[in-house]
């Protein structure tokens, strides 16, 4: 009897600081994120917020801008992530060799997934600067004249998406060559056996061997694309015209200029509903692999 | 199997691990280079560009080699416009290792009781617990402010490190989880039967024996909470601001101060670059959040 | 179907290590050959030389006299058995099994067909659609049997299938294979360090010890006419029982001044050699026991092991422990003491380089 009591009262000292920290700090504002937009609530005004029950939800259906935001964050999301999962993933294939010094080399890849996200903005906005960037410096080189890299159109946000490409194909290459290092050497032996050739071993073997890792990291980069403005705001802020505002910007600045909180809160409750799906996903890809707790 | 055949592990000719034929070699020498030099050279422009003199930083086409100063570092430490670097990064340093800690310690505690225990619900909490790290800070920061701002906690060093601490808390129990589930329950049996509480345990015993992984949830969570912008810009502004808020000060002053913004992106990332080198055996399980083994 | 020969064959690994050493070794069409030794003895090495899963470092492999070491496994038409299965975790027990005939791109009905008829010779019919996760041991390597069957290959080589496998499925399933493989006349290479699965199913054994062929023969050979001491104390359980001996005369020996009859033969073999360090060997089952100071040697009974019909004996004597098999109903008390008379016809003796003085003749490949 005590031994349980004992137990139990363990198992809460445990766990209790770090959950009550969560609940605090995560559920709680995901419920008052809700009251909120069901509020109109301008921050600069000084009448008290007032009950409007969904026209913040019905507002967002009609908006031009927010549905522009959804669809830069898409193009974001599929450009971007989309490179750096093919990127990595070959990347993975040339570092996985045993060789002098590649693992050195692999080491130091992965430096741009490491280091502050704003610094990246910052030094790639000096690098594609039109007057002095060294990007356009190479274009020249290359045979052409100098471009607004981030003030034109639909370059701007391709540039966005390099920066970001540059960032995070490194942290992708590392989780596809930990899997790759990971599978199991012997049914490679039974594959050559089996009088498998080079390119059957491939398709048959190591790619659906390898899904659960390419699920996991997909699902990982495309929530933190969606969630990401650090590029945006010291690149671009969203222009030219809104080319490159994605749904994280929009809430920004709807936020936390324009001061409509209400409006605010009511994409920051859509975006957590995407979220949360899409972290299903994940925690059912990895249940799926056995590492349940 | 004969002891011979572990051995063999280092020239097994593999469909993975290649042992190179000279030109394939070569190559993947060649692409691990050049993609390693890519993800460097970045770093190279800020710190060049943070040693340049004002002329050199703008000129066209991009100058190369240059007289070095330290002008820049000395303006944006201690000169600046009254804004000196030096209380954003002490600010910085301060929060980031107070809310590691607290991350590291309060982790491992509920790391330790989800191996250990079991109850009623435990797999769905672990998982709500895991899809925490997907939370995104811009859809956050609405409710999060208005409840710092409530209790009077704007511009506190006390606001960002509980929220640094919240941010982090999921990738410390998941990696230290997978630590703990590892310890023979043998040792801990031993030590039950010799006397000792399960919180001695878990102190005295269990702790000691994940270290690597103690270390490993430490320094990612010191780089996340160092590298985090949004909720720092949001929720402070002289006081408890980070480096990351004097970064994006930056975007504001119109571009003309390259060199003392270059300068304090390389106080920004010089730590990463020195730790994580040294470190690189901890971060890889780390990063990989168990995903894949 | 190939007569498989290995000429010179070395394999030295980068670190230094020498795995195996000159084998010289033919293995003849449709035989089932054992490779027997201990942990670290090359066997599993030179197996997998075979398969191509290792270069050699020196030396030839040859089949059907076409030299084959140069090739890649998917080149050799040998089929391998693992000790760990090496299923295809991702996979089906079917498409398992059907895999060498989808690398050979076969069409889907045949596949289907041929598939179908070797899981109902293994009896795995219903297991078809399982994953390996969800099978058990033997299953797996039924599974497992089913791949290196399908695709009718020219070499079977199987390296400890059965290893971790509980005692009465190795039994069960090793007699499986042995009936497989002599209806399929398949030449078949086995490898295993247990000596009683070998000498159930190999045509021939071949010992092996730190990369060098000791011995090869069929088990009889090798239990009555050990070729030195490796394999006179590595076949037979219980094992040899070793006991040093001074010579008296140039044709006898004397085991603590008692003088022990042997037989003609061993007493030429005496004749021959000056070597004095020598080294008495004995089997369990020719030592009898008599009264004390009525045989050879005394010794003291430490433990008596039932055994059904018979009883293991152990016993510590002056020249250290033995081991003897007595008929039941003779068995001693554990604290008696003993005699011990050694059967002059069973006696083996080896010389101080740990070579048998009577069968050293063969000194190798058969």
């Known amino acids: 009897m005590k031994l349980a009591v004992e137990r139990r009262r363990a198992t809460l000292v445990l766990i209790a600081p770090a959950l009550a920290i969560l609940l605090a700090l995560n559920l709680f504002p995901i419920v008052y994120a809700l009251y909120i937009s069901v509020h109109y609530w301008m921050l600069a005004r000084p009448q008290p917020p007032r009950f409007v029950g969904l026209s913040n939800y019905e507002q967002l259906f009609f908006d031009e801008r927010f549905r522009n935001a959804v669809l830069v964050s898409l193009k974001f999301i599929a450009l971007a992530v989309g490179t750096e999962l093919l990127l990595g993933f070959g990347l993975a294939f040339v570092f996985n060799a045993r060789l002098r010094g590649m693992a050195t080399l692999r080491k130091l890849t992965l430096l741009p997934s490491l280091v502050m996200p704003l610094v990246v903005g910052l030094v790639w906005f000096y690098m594609f600067n039109e007057n002095f960037g060294i990007v356009n410096w190479i274009w020249v080189m290359l045979g052409g004249t100098r471009v607004p890299f981030l003030t034109q159109g639909t370059l701007a946000l391709l540039s966005i998406v390099a920066t970001d490409v540059w960032q995070w194909t490194p942290f992708v290459m590392l989780v596809f060559f930990a899997a790759l290092q990971a599978l199991p050497e012997y049914v490679y032996e039974a594959a050559r056996i089996d009088g498998l050739s080079g390119s059957q071993i491939f398709f048959r073997v190591t790619l659906p061997l390898l899904r659960p890792a390419i699920l996991i990291v997909l699902i990982i980069r495309a929530v933190d694309a969606l969630r990401s403005l650090e590029l945006v705001f010291m690149m671009t802020k969203g222009g030219p015209a809104g080319d490159t505002e994605v749904l994280p910007w929009y809430l920004y600045t709807t936020g936390f200029m324009s001061l409509d909180l209400g409006y605010a809160a009511a994409m920051a409750v859509l975006m957590l509903a995407l979220v949360t799906v899409l972290s299903q996903l994940f925690v059912r890809q990895l249940e799926s692999r056995g590492a349940t707790p | 199997m004969s002891v011979a055949l572990i051995r063999n592990k280092d020239v097994q000719v593999s469909a993975t691990r290649s042992h190179a034929a000279w030109p394939i070699g070569t190559l993947r020498y060649l692409i691990a280079a050049t993609f390693t030099g890519f993800c460097l050279f970045p770093f190279y422009v800020i710190v060049t560009t943070a040693l340049k003199a004002e002329t050199a930083i703008f000129a066209w086409p991009p100058v190369w080699s240059f007289q070095p100063t330290l002008q820049s570092f000395y303006n944006a430490l201690f000169v600046f416009g009254g804004r000196s670097a030096v209380s954003y990064l002490i600010n910085s340093i301060v929060i980031s290792a107070v809310s590691t800690f607290l991350a590291v310690a309060l982790g491992a505690m509920a790391a330790y009781g989800f191996a250990r225990f079991s109850f009623a619900g435990k797999g769905r909490l672990a998982f709500w617990i895991l899809s925490t790290r997907f939370a995104p800070p811009v859809a956050f920061i609405v409710p999060i402010y208005l409840m710092v701002q409530k209790v009077g906690l704007l511009d506190s060093h006390i606001a960002l490190i509980l929220i640094y601490t919240a941010m982090n808390l999921s990738l410390v129990i998941w990696i230290l989880r997978g630590f703990f589930a590892e310890i023979p329950i043998e040792i801990e049996e031993a030590a039950l039967v010799d006397g000792y509480s399960r919180l001695q345990i878990f102190w005295r015993v269990a702790v000691p024996l994940v270290r690597p992984g103690i270390v490993s949830a430490a320094i990612l969570s010191a780089i996340f909470s160092w590298n985090e912008f949004l909720y720092a810009m949001v929720l402070t502004q002289s006081r408890a601001a980070t480096l990351p808020v004097y970064l994006a000060g930056f975007s504001n002053s119109m571009g003309l101060a390259w060199g003392e913004y270059m300068a304090a992106g390389t106080m920004a990332v010089l730590p990463i670059l020195v730790f994580t080198f040294a470190l690189q055996k901890y971060l890889v399980r780390g990063l990989t959040f168990g995903a894949v083994k | ?366």
Request: net charge neutral.
């Open chain 3, 1 to 366: 179907m190939p007569r498989i020969e290995f000429k010179g064959v070395s394999k030295t690994y980068p670190d230094g290590t020498r795995a195996v050493a000159d084998l010289n070794l033919v293995v003849e069409d449709g035989e089932l050959l054992c490779l027997l030794g201990p942990s670290g003895c090359g066997k599993s090495s030179t197996i997998r030389a075979l398969a191509g899963l290792e270069t050699v470092s020196d030396g030839v492999i040859l089949a059907d006299n076409n030299r084959i070491d140069h090739l890649p496994p998917q080149a050799r038409d040998c089929a391998m058995i693992f000790e760990n299965y090496a299923l295809y975790p991702h996979l089906t027990a079917f498409e398992n099994i059907a895999m060498p005939l989808r690398a050979r791109r076969l069409p889907m009905p045949e596949i289907k067909h041929r598939v179908t008829k070797i899981a109902r010779l293994l009896r795995i019919e219903s297991l078809m659609g399982r994953r390996p996760s969800r099978l058990s041991g033997g299953e797996k390597q039924r599974v497992g049997i089913g791949r290196a069957l399908v695709r009718e290959p020219a070499m079977f080589l199987m390296d400890e299938p059965l290893g971790h496998l509980e005692a009465y499925l190795r039994v069960e399933l090793r007699a499986e294979i042995r009936r497989l493989q002599e209806r399929l006349g398949i030449t078949t290479i086995y490898v295993t360090h247990d000596q009683e699965e070998a000498a159930a199913i190999a045509d021939r054994i071949v010992v092996m010890s730190a990369g060098r062929l000791q011995q090869i023969g069929s088990f009889l050979d090798l239990f009555d006419r050990p070729v030195n001491r490796f394999v006179a104390e590595f076949v037979g359980e219980p094992p040899m029982v070793f006991l040093p001996v001074d010579r008296t005369g140039v044709d006898s020996i004397a085991v603590k001044g008692i003088q022990i009859p042997v037989s003609e033969p061993l007493r030429a073999a005496l004749r021959a050699t000056k070597d004095s360090e020598l080294v008495l060997g004995v089997r369990p089952n020719d030592i009898s026991l008599v009264t004390p100071a009525a045989g050879h040697l005394n010794g003291k009974v430490i433990l008596v092991q039932p055994q059904g019909d018979h009883a293991i004996v152990v016993l510590r004597t002056p020249t250290g422990t033995v081991t003897v098999i007595v008929p039941s109903d003779q068995r001693p008390e554990a604290g008696a003491t003993v005699g011990l008379t050694f059967a002059g016809e069973g006696l083996h003796l080896f010389d101080s380089a740990a070579k048998s003085l009577l069968y050293n003749r063969e000194e190798s490949s058969g």
